[in-house]
């Protein structure tokens, strides 16, 4: 079983980037139970914020 956690991990450095997320104490449950609520992991959520928020900002704004 050891050389499957090597490999895994060997396995995570190859191909991931690890980032280090703070947040105020509760806003994690909160965020993982918004996750939850829609099928995802807490991981799969933020991963989505990411890409939609960096989208919207890269959409130009329509003037009126």
């Not at 191909?15 to 939850?36: F, I, S, W, Y």
């Not at 807490?42 to 919207?56: G, K, Q, S, V, Y």
Request: charged content about 30%; overall charge neutral; aromatic content about 4%.
């Amino acid at each position: 079983m050891a050389g499957n956690s090597e490999y895994r991990n060997k396995w995570i450095a190859e191909k991931l980037d690890r980032v280090n997320l703070t947040m105020p104490k509760g806003q994690k449950d909160v965020a993982k139970a918004h996750a939850e609520s829609r099928g995802e992991s807490l991981n799969a959520f933020i991963n989505r914020a990411i890409l939609e928020t960096m989208e919207r900002d890269n959409t130009p704004a329509t003037s009126e």
